[in-house]
């Protein structure tokens, strides 16, 4: 324990920490996306790797955007927060107004030109966006600067209703209408930068009652046809949350809308320990819908076993150590809840996908960060990785470190800047000297000798006898 303290003392700990966990987890993510992926893909079009070939195309994307996320200092990121806000308004806009108008014309999907939306993304010319991905990545940035600015001023409910409740309502409705899960990955956001901020806890029950409500409310219009819920249909978000608190027999669900659950639960009793091996997982033949995004933790499962699943659940623990550990250290208000808030988003969401996966959450739909197939998540995740690592640069002590021995010229070039020196701390001013009845002539010399009594100090005589006499 004293060797582990002295290397979480280090000035760069949290960055080494944050890099080597959020690495693992890449690494572990891009061979777990060809485990799953690669039979079904030869089978479909005869080429195992392209799904593998896609993901990595993003990891690239993603680390560049890494790499220049974590150049930028915070003022830059207080800038960017509101045009990011109002660009994933816009995008879920046009995503939910496309959606509705597929929905009245009855088709599966709705194109505008070169702009095609399909439930929870959008084709520009090819490439393909998920707006609410984009859209908590934002919020940590707009929330955190709107929170910094108000200072002391949170203790007052209008100073929190305006303008930070309008527009997380507006996310939670253009996002929520069809994804519920995303929705509270973006409730976890808000809960984070509150906490961070300290708001008082009555505020927290309030916001949680409202949640609870709007969550219900979100279940029930899915019978309308929210999300890829279909009008005079089960609703399927209802029979999800049914699902978890009445769980059915096994033997109905081989046929129900719970077999999804089923077959996770057999992948997982089927690794065991220690798995069947890597690459070895039988219920990614066609049995286990999704295994390659929401339900890959149970592929782990089936393959790694246990030992796997502590290794993932441990890294994650790492990454939501670390981004605690940058929010208390940090000095900026803003750095402390983007920080805060981005750690909240990345844990919350795997937090929920592994809790749907093994039985203890219901089902959301969430993937799994890092790991799960999906570009736009991983490179906004990525995105997010980049900051917290400027964020860890940042801190006091690494500051301080960094500027005493900087790198050489062309790795800060590369790499990263120096990040800036902390503020200089004001000296209290010292006491003033405290007025006693003995005299100035009778103090102490400065080396804390007296003066003998009745030895006179010698005096200097100085110029000649001539100056003495005038």
Known sequence: MAALRGLLDRPLASYYLLLSSAGLLLLIGLTMVFSATSVREYAQGGNAFAALTKQAIFAVIG?????????????TYRVLGRPLLFTAVGLLLVLNLLLAYARLTGQDSARIGPIEARLLWLFVGGIQVQPSELAKFALVLWGAHVIA?????????RELATPLFPVVGLLFVLVGYNDLGTMLCLLAVVVGLLWA??????????LSVLGLLGVGLLIAVASLGAGSGERGEQNYRFA?????FNPPDPQDCK?????????????????????????KSSLKFGWLPEAHNDFIFAIIAEELGVIGCVVVLSLFAVLAYTGLRIARRVEDPFRRLAAAAATTWLVSQAVINIG????LLPITGLPLPFISDGGSALVVTLAAIGMLA?????????????????????????????PPLPGRRRRPASPPAARGSVPRSRERRPDDQAAPRGVRLA???RGSADERRR
């Open 63 to 75: 680390i560049v955007a890494f790499w220049a996320c974590q150049r930028l200092p915070a003022k």
């Open 240 to 244: 999800r949350l049914m699902s978890f």
């Open 255 to 279: 046929l129900d809308g719970c077999l999804q659950i089923y077959q996770g639960r057999l992948a997982i009793e089927h690794g065991g320990w220690f798995g069947v091996g890597l690459g």
């Open 390 to 418: 400027s964020f860890a640069r940042a801190e006091p002590d690494a500051a301080r470190a960094l500027h005493a021995r900087p790198p050489a010229r062309w790795v800060r070039l590369l790499w990263a800047p120096l």
């Open 197 to 206: 901020a300290g708001v008082r806890m009555r505020v927290f029950g309030t």
């Open 356 to 359: 749907g996966v093994v039985g």
């Open 459 to 461: 005096r200097t005589r």
């Open 149 to 157: 600015r108000k200072g002391a001023a949170l203790g007052w409910w």
